[in-house]
């Protein structure tokens, strides 16, 4: 079986579809969904999503595309302890369309470390032309439970995350013809630290890349990591399922 560690099954053409998308899933061999809250909004539906379905989990986070909005804490909080709530996040540092929210960015994350620790969470980590100051802020305040979700980072990079204990999960983007620098950072991880996503409804894999994504393609994100890796698929589908069930806790 295979899990699904990232995905958005209310965003934009999913919505609606739920049942379907997740039917779809099972029948590629998906057994298991983590759909990830980014506001308060979302993080609603994601919870409503896994109190219908037995085998989606939901996790609660404020997106740092979010810093500048108001942000209801206390109703932000009432979410971690469901128990079908499995992670924080995704939350994390975003500094690609502007660095103008940058403080608060940083103050949202620290808010959500703090309360991942509180709740005993691990934390699901957004970073996207922050690489340098994502490093230095989860070294100091000590982040150990986290994985860098959709990792695209450098391969430095990786060694650093391997270094802070921390993990990585990779999507479609290592199908990409021209994501050799994805490829190499994936080679740097050792297979008990790398798990697999799709971040639905974004980021298809190459076979159906611009079409809308869902969790049934999982299989052929493996695929690639198998080949990447040098591993046979049944490998990396056997590993990255143990690695999910530890640090989600499913």
Same mark, same amino acid.
């Given at each position: ?10 965003? %934009? ?50 997106? #740092? ?34 660095? %103008? ?53 450098? #391969? ?44 639905? #409804? ?49």
């Amino acid at each position: 079986m295979f899990i699904d560690t990232h995905a958005h099954l209310n965003w %934009e053409k999913l919505a609606g579809r739920e049942a379907e998308v997740i039917e779809n899933a099972k029948q590629s061999g998906v057994e298991i969904i983590l759909t990830v809250g980014c506001d308060i909004e979302t993080i609603e539906k994601s919870r409503d999503c896994a109190e219908q379905f037995e085998n989606v989990f939901f996790s609660a986070g404020i997106h #740092p595309e979010e810093a500048g909005k108001p942000v209801d804490w206390e109703a932000f909080e009432s979410f971690l302890s469901h128990p079908k709530c499995k992670a924080v996040g995704e939350c994390g540092l975003d500094f690609y369309y502007t660095r %103008e929210t940058e403080s608060i960015q940083r103050e949202n994350f620290k808010r959500q470390i703090e309360l991942a620790r509180k709740y005993d969470l691990p934390l699901i980590i957004h970073t996207r032309d922050a690489g340098a100051e994502m490093l230095k802020m989860i070294e100091e305040e000590k982040v150990q439970n986290f994985v860098i979700h959709c990792f695209t980072e450098s #391969p430095a990079f990786a060694m650093r995350i391997i270094e802070m204990g921390g993990r990585a999960s990779f999507g479609g983007i290592i199908t990409y013809p021209k994501a050799d620098s994805v490829r190499d950072a994936l080679k740097v991880f050792p297979l008990n630290r790398i798990m697999l996503e799709t971040d639905c #409804p974004y980021l298809a894999p190459q076979s159906v890349r611009g079409q809308v994504n869902e969790p049934k393609y999982v299989p052929e994100i493996a695929q690639k990591m198998a080949e990447v890796k040098g591993a046979s698929l049944d490998q990396v589908e056997k590993v990255t399922t143990t690695n999910a069930q530890r640090f989600f806790q499913f």
